[in-house]
């Protein structure tokens, strides 16, 4: 029973970690494609 539950929450963990590994990529992705293909009014708006 402990081994099992501990199986789990390992299985958990590496998950998680899969998931960031696909998130922190994705976003870095998507603000490089709106960095590149904003207007330059929403640049006026943000004021950069």
């Given at each position: 029973?402990?081994?099992?539950?501990?199986?789990?929450?390992?299985?958990?963990?590496?998950?998680?970690e899969r998931n960031l590994q696909v998130?922190?990529?994705?976003?870095?992705?998507?603000?490089?494609v709106f960095a590149l293909t904003a207007p330059p009014y929403i640049w006026t708006i943000l004021g950069m």
């Open positions: 029973m402990i081994q099992g539950t501990n199986r789990q929450a390992i299985f958990e963990k590496d998950r998680a998130a922190v990529p994705a976003t870095l992705f998507a603000g490089l």
